[in-house]
């Protein structure tokens, strides 16, 4: 696999799937509409000390902490951008497929509990969070020209687990975000679907874990850009060879409640 770089990306040429430095988000629109998802590289050595230290706290959380614990780390009810009472932040075993961990980013700055969580794995959550948003503005300010951010922001974090011998994934789907960025897991799982090619491609054989990040847009960047929303899965192959490894991964969702008026339905 030949790898060709460009003044503004580098392209695999077998699958003509785009990475986009980092530092040229600006371009980030164009890589969109093309192929529908973008690998970022060219990090930079601080953010990827932050992932891989988040990492690590994850990882403690889910594999020490006990049962009960766990389920005590549930907070407030997260009401979503159409006005819904939809979870609880904090933690959520969802019996038969994963773990969760949620996190509604206008609790980043707060420090009285809201996060289910002690302190110091709280500022680690904190030290990568407030660098994912930056990116998916900056991406969001790329794809819509007029654009809209307030302080109605219903943006969130979820932290996955899935289980050594987990076998059923995520079905197909779009999300209703704006922009998405996840870190690149170490165990393959993810695929999404490539307007280009019009394939479907594994990430996590495509992007390095650690060193890139995936993004993408949702519905809701969709209905204001035109941009099309990223169709997506989670699959586990019985033949893979690492199954025997947990799966985790991050999800960063940003969203403001502007480009959701229309749909809202708050009580009066």
């Known amino acids: ?6 003044a503004k990306f580098s392209v695999i040429d077998e699958r003509s799937v785009a990475r986009l430095s980092l530092r040229s988000l600006r371009d980030v629109e164009a890589l969109l509409r093309r192929q529908g ?7 930079g050595d601080e953010l990827e000390r932050r992932l891989a230290a988040y990492e690590a706290a994850t990882r403690l959380f889910f594999e020490t902490c006990e049962p009960d614990k766990k389920a005590q780390r549930a907070g407030g009810v997260y009401v979503s951008e159409r006005g819904v009472p939809m979870f609880r932040k904090g933690y959520e075993e969802q019996l038969g497929l994963r773990e969760c961990f949620r996190v509604a980013y206008a609790d980043v700055s707060r420090s009285d509990g809201a996060w289910c969580v002690d302190e110091k794995s709280a500022e680690t959550w904190r030290r990568l969070l407030v660098p994912l948003k930056r990116i998916a503005d900056a991406a969001l300010r790329a794809c819509v020209r007029e654009e809209k951010m307030d302080d109605d922001d219903f943006s969130l974090a979820f932290a996955f687990r899935y289980g050594e ?19 690149i897991s170490d165990v393959e799982g993810l695929e999404v679907f490539d307007l280009a090619s ?5 990430i996590e054989t495509l992007a390095t874990h650690g060193k890139e990040l995936l993004l993408f847009g949702g519905t809701a960047l969709q209905a204001a850009s035109g941009i099309p929303a990223c169709k997506h899965r989670v699959r586990f192959p019985p033949s893979h060879d690492n199954r025997k490894m947990a799966r985790y991964s991050l999800i960063f969702e940003l969203k403001y409640g502007h480009y959701y008026r229309h749909l809202r339905h708050f009580g009066d």
């Not at 696999?1 to 460009?6: D, P, S």
């Not at 011998?165 to 870190?183: F, Q, R, Y």
């Open 165 to 183: 011998d987990a076998t059923e994934g995520v079905s197909e789907h779009c999300d209703k975000s704006l922009i998405v960025v996840s870190p």
């Open 198 to 202: 019009q394939r479907w491609l594994s």
């Open 1 to 6: 696999m030949r790898l060709v770089r460009t």
């Open 37 to 43: 998802f973008v690998i970022l590289c060219d990090l």
